[in-house]
């Protein structure tokens, strides 16, 4: 079995645009996102038969007919006063329809949000003024032209997180 998510990847300029953003708000009282790791999930499979044959077919024929997405990050927001994010601003209903489109269960429809989560803590306080201090955020615009299909491995990454591996790649035309 492979633990498996579709995705956008981030290019390294809008990656290092955000990285300097978040310096100065940066404590050690939340736990950062690794910037390596940093990727837009437009769908989550889960564990998936080490062929993964049925999410390859969802995400071509999800990319098949698609054109490139021109995106940026912008503003930014928490879940549940534990998850600090950053969201998304540019073609929004293109990138919608293609989160809707990478889904095997149309049911996960409504839980969908395009977003970049940054750190994670406890302190619901200090999520909602980074929160806030990021609300004005707009990092630099970039041209999304492949959805790319990853494997988490857990557990295996820096400091214990999560190593990602990028195991396909999708193009929008």
């Known amino acids: 079995m492979r633990r498996l998510f579709a995705a956008i990847m981030l290019p390294d300029a809008a990656r290092e645009h955000l990285v300097t953003a978040l310096r100065p708000l940066r404590s050690r009282e939340l736990r950062w996102t690794e910037p390596d790791n940093w990727h837009l999930t437009l769908a989550f499979y889960g564990d998936q038969p080490n062929d993964a044959a049925g999410v390859s077919d969802v995400l071509a024929q999800a990319t098949a007919f698609r054109r490139p997405l021109s995106l940026h990050l912008h503003g930014s927001g928490c879940f549940n006063n534990r998850t600090l994010w950053v969201g998304v601003g540019g073609d929004k209903e293109q990138l919608r329809e293609l989160m809707a489109d990478c889904l095997l269960d149309s049911a996960e429809r409504h839980r969908q949000r395009a ?10 306080w200090l999520m909602a003024d980074h929160a806030h ?15 790319a299909l990853v494997e988490s491995h857990l557990g295996e990454g820096r400091g214990g997180g999560p190593r990602y591996e990028v195991v396909d790649t999708f193009t929008l035309r």
């Open 133 to 147: 201090a990021l609300s004005v955020y707009r990092g630099p615009d970039f041209t999304v032209d492949e959805v």
């Open 115 to 124: 977003h970049l989560t940054v750190a994670r803590g406890r302190d619901g």
